[in-house]
């Protein structure tokens, strides 16, 4: 049964606290880039295991949407919710009075499974409460929230640990999480009523996952979109190395670079909802993949060059096809989840995390020195999108115009 929209105050105040809540995975992960050479040097250990406590985060989030999201089939909506934000809180706690590494990219691992459960059940509140239009209006705030997310946290952070050093980072973040759980306790209502809850939640969407990667049709779009969004993570990994240790920018100067970057995926978004209204998502991927793969080559092939305006400009490309590509590919693989469409976007999720975890990992792992590790994370996930796609029957079909 459909839950009766709030009125416009509380479905203002309502749409507020979920994007605060969507805002825990790029305040988890960017805030704190440029403190990674003071993170090692804390722990005393190097930067690739500073690193690795990016690539955990990643695997936390595929493992929390896993789980929260039957969960909140199950349940209700609030109590993971609440169980998750919790969670994010004490960890966000706990992180800062660390000073062994292994420790602190445990309790990472645990602060993403918290972080999940804003993303996974937002999504749900929404479904629940709107539809149509409306909907469509709450999640773009959603979204644009998560756009502006990468774009602020790393100037945020850069500021954070001029003043006060790494740890004030992660003191920021439990002291928004802990506002976003009275917010979560005091405004969020309970969306999914008694009657609508699956008695197995966790057997039904383990039978939904299954059916979902027997369709080829659809595991390959997912793999498409995962593909494509794991760019954005390696350079999410790689960044810090890149910008602070291979062109020597100072903490401020690193931040507002991030920023410069991550500002292409709210310009190419921009792009994309303006092609959308003479084109097709299958035919801006078709066009759009050989462009994400020639920026990615070249960033590869120049990743040696000490010249940093060189280097930034098929980086900024390449970041901005990503965001123009991911939307578009999403699109295709739920189309092909007509009636599996809420184990669908988990399933979604939970692959794009997965590889991202395995392409974070493989940029912390290589050669700090130099570019080539990002460089690469971008250019082989997007040739292996650019053979799924071409190989699918929605890539290999004439194009269609209009």
């Not at 507002?256 to 994309?272: D, E, S």
């Not at 040739?383 to 699918?392: D, I, P, R, T, V």
Request: charged letters at 10%; one cysteine or more.
């Amino acid at each position: 049964m459909q839950i009766k929209p709030p009125s416009a105050r509380r479905a203002a105040a309502i749409t507020g606290t979920l994007g605060l809540l969507s805002l825990f995975p790029p305040l988890a992960t960017d805030m704190y880039l440029s403190a990674m050479g003071d993170l090692a040097q804390s722990m005393g250990t190097d930067h690739t295991a500073a690193e690795f406590s990016l690539s955990i985060f990643f695997l936390g989030l595929c493992v929390g949407q896993l789980l929260i999201g039957p969960a909140s089939d199950g349940f209700g909506r609030k109590l993971p919710l609440i169980f998750g934000t919790t969670l994010f809180v004490a960890t966000s706690i706990a992180l800062p009075l660390m000073n062994d590494i292994t420790v602190f990219n445990t309790l990472r691992f645990f602060q993403a499974i918290g972080a999940s459960a804003g993303m996974v059940v937002g999504r749900a509140v929404v479904k629940d409460l709107y539809h149509g239009q409306k909907a469509a209006q709450v999640m773009t705030v959603l979204v644009m929230l998560l756009t502006v997310g990468p774009i602020v946290s790393p100037t945020l952070g850069s500021l954070l640990l001029e003043a006060f050093g790494w740890r004030s980072i992660f003191v920021t973040m439990a002291v928004i999480s802990a506002i976003a759980l009275v917010l979560t306790l005091a405004i969020l209502p309970e969306t999914l009523a008694p009657e609508a809850r699956q008695k197995r939640p966790f057997v039904d969407g383990a039978r939904g996952i299954a059916m979902l990667l027997r369709r080829r049709g659809f595991l390959a779009m997912a793999l498409v979109a995962a593909l494509v969004q794991s760019g954005m993570f390696a350079f999410i990994t790689g960044s810090s190395a890149v910008f602070q240790g291979v062109f020597g920018l100072d903490t401020v100067s690193f931040g507002l670079m991030f920023a410069l970057v991550a500002a292409a995926l709210v310009i190419f978004g921009r792009v994309n909802t303006l092609l959308l209204r003479s084109y097709r998502p299958a035919q801006i991927v078709r066009a759009g993949l050989p462009v994400f793969i020639g920026a990615a080559a070249i960033l590869a092939a120049i990743s040696g060059t000490h010249q940093l305006w060189l280097f930034i400009l098929p980086l900024w490309i390449a970041i901005g096809m990503v965001g123009l590509l991911s939307a578009n590919a999403m699109s295709i693989a739920m189309d092909l989840a007509p009636d599996g469409a809420g184990v669908g976007s988990a399933l979604l999720g939970a692959l794009q995390f997965a590889i991202a975890f395995g392409v974070s990992s493989l940029v912390a792992v290589g050669d700090s020195s130099t570019a080539l590790p990002m460089s690469l994370g971008l250019l082989l996930p997007s040739l292996a999108a650019g053979a799924l796609f071409f190989a699918s029957p929605r890539g290999s079909a004439q194009p269609v115009t209009g």
